[in-house]
């Protein structure tokens, strides 16, 4: 059942669930109101008689007269024998008996013998006593038509008011109906095209607009699910093809030393180059491992790590390591960034070991660190021999040039975890031309809280 036809039944049974209940209520009060009317009524006629036995029945003839009461008055003497003294429209047609004469003394009360009356009793003197009772049927005819009334207004009332829920419901109804056939052909696969506009109210606009953010949000999901998996593909292809290249020199060279015609010198170079290869390896699946923690996240949330301190350590440890370079740096101190050390630290060690790897032994290396806006500026350069092209970001196993060949080259990763490691953090890795003559790589990475607020005091 549609959520239209169920909020539509529902509206209809609360309406005439109301329009029962007060008609219920109305017509229970205007019963109790005839009831006590009839037993004021009564109780005048008895209340008339109390003060004098010997003329109660002259008094109470009276008042029935004077006021046109509608009621039986009946004598019973000691006997049981009854005399009706005033006979109505609604008469008794029993007699009443001693014991309802007993029962009805005190106050005006139904018996079970004469249903549909209330009576009351009054001792006229001389074992006599006067039976007054009065008739309920116009009570219950005139209920009964009340509640007829009510039911029949129930019904008019609950038409009306389908009809008028169908009236004002009927864009929003619209609405809904279209947001959910929308919603269920996108759960279905269909190409997802425009949501359909809302006519309705405030809260089927905000519906709209939260089916709106969750279809644009799921198809950048399918653009960015299929963007990885080219990219995981093109990722798997090239890791494949580098890794087969150290097994086709272990292949090689183990059928030579199997063969055993190998020389002594011919023996040294396969160990040599099998060793280089298993290192090459190792620094390939180190860097692999190191790509897929990158991908994770949050890998850095709430981790402060002191950018100034960190880089004059390893600035300070590779002018040691490597005296015959000209190595200048300008750091500004108590600058903070939101990281894990250990990333930072890798990014650091991949740009110097890049330098090292890619120009000369004495080529000069400068080191700048600063803030620029809200963002800590990290600048390596080096008088190396530069790169053809700069601006683009670096692949995964890219190369730039033949010299940058697998020997000096390492696994063609290092540049590319450099750019993920500053993506990662939220910010970039640019390559530009150095005023050393070489290769400057920039690095922009958002502050911490803590430095923005220092810098800012």
């Given at each position: 059942m549609r959520i239209a036809t169920r909020l539509t039944l529902l509206f209809v049974l609360l309406t005439l669930l109301v329009s029962s209940t007060v008609g219920w209520f109305a017509v229970a009060m205007s019963s109790r109101a005839q009831y006590a009317t009839l037993d004021s009524s009564i109780n005048s006629v008895v209340d008339s008689g109390l003060r004098n036995p010997n003329t109660?029945?002259?008094?109470?003839?009276?008042?029935?007269?004077?006021?046109?009461?509608?009621?039986?008055?009946?004598?019973?003497?000691?006997?049981?024998?009854?005399?009706?003294?005033?006979?109505?429209?609604?008469?008794?047609?029993?007699?009443?008996?001693?014991?309802?004469?007993?029962?009805?003394?005190?106050?005006?009360?139904?018996?079970?013998?004469?249903?549909?009356?209330?009576?009351?009793?009054?001792?006229?003197?001389?074992?006599?006593?006067l039976v007054v009772a009065g008739s309920t049927a116009g009570i219950e005819k005139q209920n009964e038509r009340l509640a007829l009334l009510v039911a029949s207004a129930a019904v008019i009332i609950a038409l009306l008011g389908l009809i008028l829920a169908r009236e004002v419901m009927h864009r929003d109804l619209r609405t809904m109906g279209r947001l959910i056939d929308y919603a269920g052909e996108v759960a279905g696969g269909d190409e997802m095209g425009p949501v359909p506009p809302s006519e309705g109210s405030r809260d089927l606009k905000e519906l709209r607009g939260a089916l709106v953010i969750m279809v644009?949000?799921?198809?950048?999901?399918?653009?960015?699910?299929?963007?990885?998996?080219?990219?995981?593909?093109?990722?798997?292809?090239?890791?494949?093809?580098?890794?087969?290249?150290?097994?086709?020199?272990?292949?090689?060279?183990?059928?030579?030393?199997?063969?055993?015609?190998?020389?002594?010198?011919?023996?040294?170079?396969?160990?040599?180059?099998?060793?280089?290869?298993?290192?090459?390896?190792?620094?390939?699946?180190?860097?692999?491992?190191?790509?897929?923690?990158?991908?994770?996240?949050?890998?850095?949330?709430?981790?402060?790590?002191?950018?100034?301190?960190?880089?004059?350590?390893?600035?300070?440890?590779?002018?040691?390591?490597?005296?015959?370079?000209?190595?200048?740096?300008?750091?500004e101190a108590g600058i903070t960034i939101h990281a894990r050390a250990d990333f930072i630290?890798?990014?650091?060690?991949?740009?110097?070991?890049?330098?090292?790897?890619?120009?000369?032994?004495?080529?000069?290396?400068?080191?700048?660190?600063?803030?620029?806006?809200?963002?800590?500026?990290?600048?390596?350069?080096?008088g190396g021999g530069g790169l053809p092209f700069y601006g683009v970001r670096p692949q995964r196993f890219q190369r730039f040039d033949d010299s940058r060949s697998r020997e000096t080259g390492g696994s063609g990763l290092g540049m590319s975890i450099m750019a993920d490691v500053a993506e990662s953090l939220g910010g970039t890795m640019t390559t530009a031309p150095s005023s050393l003559g070489g290769l400057a790589l920039r690095f922009a990475l958002p502050l911490a809280v803590s430095t923005k607020s220092s810098s800012a005091s």
């Open positions: 109660a029945l002259n008094n109470a003839l009276y008042v029935v007269q004077r006021d046109g009461y509608d009621l039986t008055l009946d004598v019973i003497d000691p006997s049981g024998g009854v005399t009706q003294v005033n006979t109505p429209t609604g008469a008794l047609k029993r007699h009443p008996t001693n014991d309802n004469v007993k029962a009805s003394l005190a106050r005006v009360t139904g018996v079970s013998n004469l249903p549909g009356f209330q009576i009351r009793s009054l001792n006229v003197g001389g074992g006599d006593f644009a949000a799921l198809q950048e999901r399918i653009a960015l699910e299929a963007q990885n998996a080219n990219v995981m593909q093109q990722f798997i292809d090239d890791a494949s093809h580098e890794l087969r290249t150290p097994l086709t020199v272990f292949k090689g060279y183990n059928e030579l030393l199997a063969s055993g015609n190998a020389s002594h010198e011919q023996e040294v170079r396969a160990v040599t180059r099998m060793r280089r290869e298993v290192e090459r390896m190792e620094e390939l699946v180190r860097d692999l491992l190191l790509l897929a923690e990158l991908r994770e996240a949050p890998h850095h949330a709430k981790r402060f790590v002191d950018l100034s301190g960190l880089l004059k350590g390893r600035v300070g440890e590779f002018a040691l390591e490597h005296p015959e370079r000209a190595l200048t740096s300008e750091i630290d890798r990014l650091v060690s991949n740009a110097f070991n890049n330098v090292l790897r890619h120009t000369k032994g004495d080529a000069p290396l400068r080191v700048t660190l600063d803030v620029v806006g809200d963002q800590a500026s990290l600048v390596i350069e080096d």
